[in-house]
């Protein structure tokens, strides 16, 4: 019997130690609700800590990715400049080179390309981007990943980034592609237009392929005859029928189409499941009459400019903003979503038919969050999480890239 049980304990001990060997560990910077976190939970990633400095979104951090998942991760809900990496270190007793992924998205704001002129250039959020890098240094990941907006390559901002490729060659990391690249997430299964810029490196003692990244892409444009780009409607709920004949109408009269043709276009059209009754993010903002008129006049797929509604800020022939109430279309990957996304007032984020703006539940969505993730905080905090988040199924085909390819293949070459 003692023979038997010695041979259980031990062959568990056995089973335990070659899981913990065997999973790939992460850690997410500036974290945010959890997008990142939660694509690196889908493929397998144990997430050890997580940090974040808003406390709403580290609630929602908390609430999704610890408690609903069950994963491990000790949140930090602090400013990262107060964070002890060296003590996060010794809490998990991870040693220096034994991290596989360290993760980040600095906040973009100062980066942000609805900044003009010079604003934003010497933002002190823009020295996050540095701060990153000291848990670079601190805990020397086999590979890190950086997420921001396409701002963070103009010239203005370059002292920033030049300082930050600086420290990884320094410090013996090799950026793949040698810059940052712009990568779209509709071209990885979102239904959202949303470009960003990413940066990988991976450290010089782990082979890596350079033609490994950034990983193909699995949707196209429709022309190309291949798989292609999602569209907002994806999100939706179908539609009455008497919107959608109203929709035939529409394509019809904007393509010059025949009825045939438009009635077959919008058939093709692919809508979503209905949201659940009692989702605390099926809510959206409330509006005056009079915004709520000015919905019911816009058309399908159409914008102020539908109406003849002028902006305060256009009366002096500023053209820019122009999508600010406008309708989302049901025919394309969606605008890019912001932490404005509950505002019409600040992009196109009109209900394609209803005379409302979309609910939170439509934009996470839209970014590709799964129903099952709850944000909490107000309505404003809700799409500030959202807004700033990686999508979901983006984050997932980039992390599942760098596991296949630069992380197992090195775990192979170094045992």
Not at 81 to 110: R, S, T
Not at 135 to 148: C, Q, S, T, Y
Not at 390 to 412: C, D, M, R, T, Y
């Amino acid at each position: 019997m003692k023979f038997s049980i010695t041979i259980i304990l031990e062959s568990s001990i056995f089973i335990l130690l070659g899981f913990m060997g065997n999973q790939l560990t992460a850690i997410d910077l500036f974290s945010g609700a959890g997008g990142f976190s939660l694509a690196a939970h889908q493929n397998g990633f144990d997430i050890l800590a997580a940090v974040e400095f808003d406390k709403m979104a580290a609630k929602t951090y908390s609430t999704n990715i610890v408690q609903r998942l069950g994963a491990k991760t000790q949140v930090f809900n602090q400013d990262i400049n107060d964070v002890d990496v060296h003590g996060l270190m010794k809490y998990w007793d991870i040693k220096e080179g034994e991290l596989d992924l360290l993760l980040g998205g600095p906040p973009c704001q100062g980066f942000s390309t609805h900044r003009i002129n010079d604003a934003g250039k010497e933002d002190p959020r823009n020295k996050l981007l540095i701060r990153y890098f000291d848990f670079v240094k601190a805990l020397r990941p086999k590979v890190f990943l950086v997420e921001n907006v396409p701002g963070l390559l103009w010239k203005r901002h370059e002292s920033y980034l030049n300082d930050f490729m600086s420290l990884a060659a320094q410090h013996n990391y090799k950026t793949i592609s040698g810059a940052p690249l712009i990568i779209n997430a509709k071209d990885y299964g979102v239904p959202q237009n949303r470009k960003r810029a990413f940066i990988l490196a991976v450290r010089e003692d782990i082979i890596s392929d350079e033609n490994m990244w950034p990983p193909e892409p699995t949707h196209f444009s429709p022309k190309e005859g291949k798989t292609s780009w999602l569209t907002a409607s994806t999100v939706f709920e179908q539609p009455p029928k008497s919107i959608l004949s109203k929709l035939v109408r529409r394509y019809k009269e904007l393509n010059d189409w025949c009825l045939s043709d438009s009635e077959l276009f919008v058939s093709n059209l692919v809508f979503g499941k209905r949201i659940s009754e009692g989702d605390p993010c099926s809510v959206h903002m409330i509006h005056s009459d009079s915004v709520a008129e000015r919905f019911k006049l816009t058309p399908l797929n159409g914008s102020r400019e539908d109406i003849n509604f002028r902006l305060k800020c256009h009366e002096n022939g500023y053209k820019g903003h122009k999508d600010v109430y406008g309708r989302i279309l049901f025919h394309t990957p969606s605008n890019t979503i912001t932490t404005g996304c509950n505002n019409p007032s600040k992009g196109r984020f009109v209900h394609p038919w209803l005379n409302h703006g979309i609910t939170l539940r439509h934009s996470a969505r839209l970014q590709s969050f799964p129903d099952e993730f709850i944000f909490l905080g107000s309505s404003t905090e809700q799409a500030r999480q959202i807004g700033n988040a990686v999508p979901v199924k983006l984050g997932s085909a980039l992390i599942e890239q760098i596991k296949k390819h630069f992380l197992n293949s090195s775990s192979k070459n170094m045992a």
